[in-house]
């Protein structure tokens, strides 16, 4: 789903962020970022001032798809987690229902077990809140008439206007 376009609705978009506040508690992380494939930011909880958070979104994003090329390269759908420790910060990086990006980033105050855990029920989360998201935009496209003003012309209609 990489490259696909997705509207989050302001509801849902609060539903992101507190998910997000949640996994940052429970995880005591510094912050988490939620990224979408293309390298922009969807929603941040934490002590995000602290970050150039446009080019750690993007630097993310691209860091996942090159980690996605060498997997391939040796035969891997995917590497879904990626984790990389500094000498004072660290950052846990998980896919999220094939279309964003979780960025962890903490410290000594936590530990790679604790993130790992809440990452996996946060994700869990986050992808209903995804599926969601796809099941109203669906159901408002479903709702709303067409945006062409041609949609209710026929081919019928056509061969009529050329054949009188």
Do not use: C
Not at 50 to 59: E, Y
Not at 114 to 136: C, G, P, W
Request: glycine share 4%.
């Amino acid at each position: 789903m990489s490259g696909t376009y997705l509207e989050v609705y302001e509801e849902e978009f609060e539903r992101l962020a507190e998910a997000l506040r949640r996994l940052r508690y429970a995880s005591n992380a510094e912050a988490v970022f939620l990224i979408d494939k293309n390298g922009q930011q969807i929603a941040a909880a934490g002590e995000v001032e602290n970050f150039d958070s446009t080019s750690l979104a993007s630097l993310t994003a691209g860091n996942v798809a090159a980690t996605d090329g060498l997997a391939k390269l040796i035969g891997e759908r995917e590497f879904s987690v990626l984790f990389h420790e500094g000498e004072r910060d660290h950052i846990h990086i998980s896919l999220v229902a094939e279309r964003a990006i979780l960025l962890v980033i903490f410290n000594e105050r936590s530990s790679l077990g604790l993130v790992r855990l809440r990452v996996r029920r946060a994700s869990e989360e986050l992808e209903q809140i995804f599926k969601d998201v796809t099941d109203k935009h669906e159901s408002d496209e479903e709702d709303s008439e067409p945006s062409s003003p041609f949609w209710e012309i026929t081919d019928e209609d056509i061969d009529s206007l050329f054949n009188e």
